[in-house]
């Protein structure tokens, strides 16, 4: 076994450690968001898909590298975007002044209520 | 490794301290938003590097740039069109998705360094085979297996288990074929290996959901998630990709963690969800074995009476509220019984919704702050003190059977809704839930059954109560 292969490995499990230490003490409320935000994490994998293109001189290599790269992007983009939207929307009080007209007015409160205090935080 | 290679590796670690930097802010959320920022730099970072690395190499050819840019913007803007248009209803599809892609991504890679090495001089190295069969293989039945989930859970799939004859020993002969495969590779450079490897794991990761009812979704994804971590990171080996490798193990990491809780929240082992035990999809049994006892049907008028002088009532989400859309109309009852100064919060169980945590997300949504969220252990003491539990659309989870030995969900941990002063269950109908049992609730003297979608329920009640004390 190579010592290059020994320090990776060792990256590796001590990586799984942190992550288990890290995460273990994410609450039941943001574990959703949690497998958002981890989901566009494993979107690195866009390096690794543009690394192909180091080598890629032939037909085979340039589909690979495009779909890769194609995969890998949506996967990074779409995942952060996302957890962005989702994380947007937790918050600790109701926003006062909508919360109150959203009971007067019934059913069309909420959503305009919603925008408001997404631009205010 | 010379110079530059090396502080390429030294910002990928930098970029790694991000994503744990950003998971660790993920504790609260107060500083979540926060978190997502600093893993989101950490990814920039990492891809602003790689492009570096990329000029400096000097080698990629012009339609390699064509292709790699062309395609990672295609991606980018089919990600950002689905982030932005997708309802958080449909959130366990998309992480689905990205699963898929993520796995599909990573399996790509090592196909392509297998290639790369085929052709090199001296064939193929003994330890790059293992990761890269381990890649091919994790990546390929993410792919498939993940396609398969999302399409159960957007409904184009039936979400009843899918079980056919010969199943079992289809996947018995495709394990035998991957781990031959693997074994002929290790041995002897050879492409059509590498593809009929391919081939088996894709076919495997359809055969390995396929069978997994819809509720038993949240271990899959999280089950999934994590294959897709582990993937990553192998292809992180196959590369020698610090990034990778972190970013990988910290996915499979979170991954795992998850899908043990959500196992535990449903009692199951992992083994008994993957071969299928009773999840025989949301099945409806006839009304008849909750035996002799009385239901009582509820009007929408007592119910607001019960509720608008209780001092305490605690709200149960299920799954059946989020399918009738109804979280916006909890929200605006919520607030109507707030504002006459009865103390209102919900009991979260750790399996409501379609994947971790859902229920919280779609609540908060429909604006309600999330210290009202309570989880199971802490909520739970607090039934006794309430005068009305309000069950909506959840079942399973507050069957009071569970704590006995001998039904099919023994042992699963229920929220004790029982302990409430008094029960009112909006519910369509007395069809039973995903365990296919009846629920005890339903037959206590305390409980009282308001028959309707959640949606319509939700607004039959607020305008009740708001009638009532005008």
């Known amino acids: ?121 | 490794m010379n110079s530059f290679t090396t502080n390429i590796q030294l910002v990928y670690i930098a970029a790694a301290a991000c994503f744990v930097l950003g998971l660790h802010l993920m504790n609260s959320p107060a500083t979540a938003r926060r978190g997502n920022q600093v893993s989101t730099a950490g990814m920039v970072i990492a891809v602003v590097a790689t492009l570096v690395l990329l000029i400096h190499e000097g080698t990629v050819t012009g339609v390699g740039w064509t292709v790699l840019i062309v395609g990672a913007l295609l991606g980018s803007v089919a990600g950002l069109y689905s982030a932005q248009r997708v309802q958080m209803t449909a959130m366990p599809q998309l992480v689905s998705m990205f699963n898929a892609v993520g796995g599909g991504a990573a399996a790509l890679v090592a196909i392509y360094g297998y290639i790369e090495d085929e052709s090199a001089p001296g064939g193929v190295l003994g330890t790059t085979t293992v990761f890269t069969a381990l890649d091919v293989i994790i990546g390929s039945v993410t792919f498939t297996g993940s396609l398969i989930a999302a399409g159960k859970l957007q409904g184009v799939i039936t979400g009843q288990p899918v079980i056919f004859r010969g199943a079992r020993a289809l996947n018995v002969a495709l394990a035998v074929i991957i781990a031959g495969t693997t074994a002929f590779l290790f041995t002897t450079a050879s492409l059509p290996a590498l593809l009929i490897l391919i081939l088996a794991s894709l076919a495997f990761g359809v055969l390995m959901v396929l069978p997994i009812g819809g509720a038993d979704m949240p271990v899959v994804i999280s089950l999934l998630n994590a294959f897709t971590g582990t993937a990553v990171a192998m292809a992180g080996f196959v590369i020698t990709n610090w990034a990778l490798i972190v970013a990988g193990a910290l996915v499979g990491a979170s991954g795992g963690i998850l899908t043990k809780l959500m196992a535990d929240a449903m009692n199951r082992s992992l083994t008994n969800i993957i071969i299928g035990g009773f999840g025989t999809g949301d099945s409806a049994l006839p009304v008849a074995a909750v035996g002799d006892a009385q239901i009582r049907s509820i009007a929408a008028d007592d119910a607001a009476i019960q509720m608008a002088y209780a001092s305490k009532v605690i709200i149960v989400p299920g799954y059946g509220l989020a399918a009738a859309q109804a979280q916006h109309g909890v929200a605006e009852l919520a607030q109507v019984l707030e504002s006459r100064g009865i103390e209102v919060s919900y009991a979260i169980h750790p399996v409501a919704g379609r994947m971790p945590g859902h229920m919280n997300v779609l609540l908060a949504e429909a604006n309600v702050p999330y210290p009202l969220l309570k989880e199971m252990e802490e909520i739970n003491p607090e039934f006794a003190r309430a005068d009305v539990a309000l069950v909506i659309g959840a079942n399973d989870v507050t069957n009071p059977a569970a704590r006995r030995a001998g039904s099919a969900i023994s042992g699963m941990p229920i929220l004790d809704v029982d302990q409430a002063k008094s029960i009112i269950v909006v519910k369509r109908s007395m069809a039973s839930g995903y365990a296919g049992i009846d629920n005890e609730l339903y037959a206590n003297p305390k409980t009282s059954m308001y028959f309707a979608d959640a949606k319509k329920a939700m607004a039959e009640l607020t305008a009740a109560v708001k009638t009532l004390v005008g």
Request: glycine share 12%; charged share 10%; no cysteine.
């Open chain 1, 1 to 121: 076994m190579s010592t290059a292969l020994v320090t990776d490995l060792t990256i590796f499990v001590l990586a799984l450690l942190v992550g288990i230490e890290v995460i273990g003490k994410v609450p039941a409320t943001l574990h959703t968001p949690l497998m958002s935000a981890a989901n566009s994490i494993h979107g690195i994998v866009l390096a690794g898909a543009l690394l192909i293109g180091i080598t890629a001189h032939n037909v085979v290599g340039y589909v690979l590298a495009f779909v890769a790269a194609f995969f890998a992007a949506a996967n990074v983009v779409g995942g952060y975007m996302v957890t962005g939207r989702m994380l947007k929307m937790f918050r600790r009080k109701a926003v006062p002044p909508p919360a109150g007209a959203a009971s007067a007015n019934g059913q069309g409160g909420p959503v305009p209520a919603r925008r408001e205090g997404g631009a205010a935080s």
